[in-house]
């Protein structure tokens, strides 16, 4: 098509083929050359076919809609993650902005997905041990005398309820080693007894008081 | 796959499944079949975020994996499946006329969902109608089950692959990835259930209940330790069937409009009757005798049988070729053959203009013909009928055929005759329908972005007033809240609303035209 529209503006008498037959006559004016890109928005000449209406046309828009606001629900709506603020807060702790460690909202059946698919979520198992683990250390370097080995017999009671704990989470963890945890929220949720808008942090304070415009707001 | 398709495609993700699940499944798209580290690599996404996309894409039928040597899994995405998510309200529309709301929400709880197992779309859906029905009253499982039993012996559901049963216990560790088999004969079998219960309305008192501390509600474990009878075989929308249906609607409409209503009748029982022989891609049905079309027919129509085969000669006569007969024994037997691009073009045209339309049918009818005789023959003068070719030419609507007289091709001494591909107008067409819906699309965002903040009031405003009615406000209030919506707000409001309604609707009917051009390209690339 370039090429076409090179040789008309090239000149008529240089064209490979004879002129006549295509049916371009002598004399007969030809289109000006285009030297800049078409309109962006070119003069309809014909009225388009109009869009369908009716009650179907309708049933099948409000459908259309729907579905799209729907979908923007549903978990498989994966949203960007929110990027950290300037400042961290206590509030971020308790709340739960998004699925824990990046680890998909709903449940697939693994078995029909590969495994390298599925996100291990540890990371709460993990800090369990490790807030644990420096408890030990002081019980194996104690060696003192009598009211030092008391308190050693009495730590050693605690620990002895604490590292049972820990024995039977590290059996659990060597156990499902293979398989998957799942992320048990409850446990987590456990560690206040606030519900979770208690943490509030008034990020959205300023939009409840839209109710009395008739006070200047200042 | 051509840019236009790949731009339709990544605006379809991202509208569906937000802008992660975009950058992967154009990533794949553009790419072909690639492992899970080299994606990750290539996008610059993380590895997790990559695994989530894929797990979305994969539940939903866009993605395929295939396990390679050394336990490699590929993924690979199919671009096709993905422009199919602009027909899902179609889809859920036709079932609705077919099996009324019960089917509808079965389809569109398949549909959005990707794949679920049988007991879990029954439990959805008696819980979506138990909500739209008077208090009281609770759908019931049964009723629902029936439906969606229905639908899968009609095939509009169908099972998908499931994992193979391994009677023997491997020795060494599972694959990395289940290979899915699935076997044709069980496709559209329904497991034996007995599903007994109602639906679940969602109770003030749930409400409530969410108001305690979290802390204090029991563990959600009840529902998981029950077995699943059903468990792992999960059911998905069968799309072919879908459009298999919409082609039969498209054709029985185009014979209803060419000739009268009892001959679409006639058309349409065939069909009916070839609905299940005949696969979904095949070109031709099964040859049906004329006996057996008599006996079928819908019981309203008390034709005779000479009636009928009157009809039958004249579809079978007609040169659009919707019926063609094949074969003089007995009755005669009629075979359809699937073509309904031809009006469409035609009707196209008008974009053109209806001379052009007249020129355009000429050079179809006439296969072959010269510059001079679309002047004779169309009765158009000259001037414009030069125009006009060169324009339909330009925009490879036509092409020219060469025949040389002599043998050194001397350009004075051949012929140049004008001639209609059907399958290269096609393909033009389509992709031009691609870019067109790829625009429509990103208009309607553009609209609706520059009226964000428009649209977060009137909808901050709606949730007010809602939760005031609900708390019984006054008269006065509402009125009060009402007002903060001003009056040009509120135009531009509606203005908003009418042009993204107009875009949505030119979508639906852009994807029309889509459906039959797609169509007709397969059959004929079949044919040959």
Known sequence: MASRGGGRGRGRGQLTFNVEAVGIGKGDALPPPTLQPSPLFPPLEFRPVPLPSGEEGEYVLALKQELRGAMRQLPYFIRPAVPKRDVERYSDKYQMSGPIDNAIDWNPDWRRLPRELKIRVRKLQKERITILLPKRPPKTTEDKEETIQKLETLEKKEEEVTSEEDEEKEGEEEKEEEEEEEYDEEEHEEETDYIMSYFDNGEDFGGDSDDNMDEAIY | ?528
């Not at chain 2, 496709?187 to 109770?203: D, E």
């Not at chain 2, 399958?423 to 625009?439: D, E, P, Q, T």
Request: charged share 25%.
């Open chain 2, 1 to 528: 796959m051509t840019q236009a398709e790949i731009k339709l495609c990544s605006l379809l993700l991202q509208e569906h499944f937000g802008e992660i699940v975009e950058k992967i499944g154009v990533h794949l798209i553009r790419t072909g079949s690639q492992s899970l580290r080299v994606i990750a690599h290539d996008t610059g996404t993380s590895l997790d975020q990559v695994k989530k996309a894929l797990c979305v894409l994969v539940q939903h039928n866009l993605v395929s994996y295939q396990v390679h040597k050394r336990g490699v899994v590929e993924y690979e995405a199919q671009c096709s499946r993905v422009l199919r998510m602009l027909r899902y309200p179609r889809y859920i529309y036709t079932t609705k006329t077919l099996y009324s709301d019960t089917g509808e929400l079965i389809v569109e709880e398949l549909l959005l969902n990707g794949k679920l197992t049988m007991s879990a779309v029954v439990k959805k859906v008696a819980d979506r109608l138990t909500e739209t029905m008077e208090d009281g009253k609770t759908m019931d499982y049964a009723e629902v089950s029936n439906t969606f039993v229905r639908l899968a012996d009609t095939h509009f559901v169908q099972r998908c692959p499931s994992v193979p049963t391994t009677e023997n216990s491997d020795p060494g560790p599972p694959p990395p990835a289940p290979t899915l088999v699935i076997n044709e004969k069980d496709m559209y079998l329904v497991p034996k259930l007995s599903l007994i219960g109602k639906g679940k309305r969602r109770r003030s008192s749930d409400e409530d209940a969410a108001g305690e501390p979290k802390a204090k509600r029991p563990k959600y474990t009840t529902d998981n330790k029950e077995p699943i009878p059903d468990d792992g075989i999960y059911w998905q929308a069968n799309l072919d069937r879908f459009h298999q249906h919409f082609r039969d609607q498209a054709i029985v409409s185009a014979v209803a409009n060419r000739m009268d209503q009892t001959s679409s009748e006639i058309v349409r029982t065939m069909l009916r009757m070839s609905e299940i022989t005949t696969s979904s891609s095949a070109p031709f049905t099964q040859p049906l005798s004329s006996n057996e079309i008599f006996r079928s027919l819908p019981v309203g129509y008390n034709i005779s049988k000479q009636v009928l085969d009157q009809y039958l000669t004249l579809l079978a006569d007609d040169p659009l070729e919707f019926v063609g007969k094949s074969g003089d024994s007995g009755g005669g037997m009629y075979v359809i053959s699937i073509l309904t691009t031809c009006h469409l073009l035609s009707s196209f045209l008008s974009r053109f203009g209806s001379r052009c339309a007249r020129i355009f049918r000429l050079v179809l009818q006439k296969k072959h013909i010269e510059q001079k005789q679309v002047e004779d023959f169309a009765m158009i003068p000259a001037k414009e009928a030069k125009d006009m070719l060169y324009k339909m030419l330009s925009e490879n609507f036509m092409s020219l055929q060469e025949i040389p007289k002599t043998p050194d091709h001397a350009p004075s001494r051949t012929f140049y005759l004008y001639t209609v591909t059907i399958l290269s107008a096609a393909r033009m067409l389509l992709h031009r329908c691609y870019k067109s819906i790829a625009n429509l699309i990103e208009r309607r965002q553009f609209e609706t972005k520059e009226n964000k903040r428009l649209l977060e009031k009137s909808q901050r405003v709606e949730a007010i007033i809602a939760s005031m009615q609900a708390t019984g406000a006054e008269e006065a209030q509402l009125q009060e809240i009402e007002e903060m919506i001003t009056a040009p707000e509120r135009q531009q409001l509606e203005t908003l609303k009418r042009n993204v309604n107009k875009l949505d609707a030119s979508e639906i009917q852009v994807d029309e035209t889509i459906f039959l051009l797609e169509s007709y390209i397969e059959c004929t690339m079949k044919r040959q």
